[in-house]
Nanobody, 113 residues
Framework: QVQLVESGGGLVQAGGSLRLSCAASGSAFTSAVMDWYRQAPGKQREWVAVITSRHKTNYADSVKGRFSISRDNAKNTVYLQMNSLKPEDTAVYYC???????WGQGTLVTVSS
C-alpha cells in the first residue's frame, strides 16, 4: 500500500514562497501520475497541478505562472514550489496519486496579507 506524506507547509507573508514536498513509499512511484490539490476553509477541494511519469505538467489557471510541480524519482518525492503567494492561496494542500487512488494527510499553508 502506497503512503504519501506531505511536508513544508507553514505561515508566510503575501509575496513569499514555500516549497511543499510529498514523499511516497513503494516502488510504483516512478510510473505514477502525481498531483496536488488544496482545500481552503469552507470551500471544496480543488485541483492545483499534475505531473506525469514523463514529467509533463499542467496547472490550474489560478496558480499558473506562480506554482511549479516537479518530481525526483530517485527520492520518490514530488514537489510544489509556490511563489508570489497570495492570501487566497491559504489552504490545506494534499498530495494525491490518481494512479493508485491514494491521498496524503495534507499540510497547511497560511498566507498573511
Amino acid at each position: 500500500q502506497v503512503q504519501l506524506v506531505e511536508s513544508g507547509g507553514g505561515l508566510v507573508q503575501a509575496g513569499g514562497s514555500l516549497r511543499l514536498s510529498c514523499a511516497a513509499s513503494g516502488s510504483a512511484f516512478t510510473s505514477a501520475v502525481m498531483d496536488w490539490y488544496r482545500q481552503a476553509p469552507g470551500k471544496q477541494r480543488e485541483w492545483v497541478a499534475v505531473i506525469t511519469s514523463r514529467h509533463k505538467t499542467n496547472y490550474a489557471d489560478s496558480v499558473k505562472g506562480r506554482f511549479s510541480i516537479s518530481r525526483d524519482n530517485a527520492k520518490n518525492t514530488v514537489y510544489l514550489q509556490m511563489n508570489s503567494l497570495k492570501p487566497e492561496d491559504t489552504a490545506v494542500y494534499y498530495c494525491h496519486t490518481p494512479t493508485m487512488g491514494v491521498w496524503g494527510q495534507g499540510t497547511l499553508v497560511t498566507v498573511s496579507s
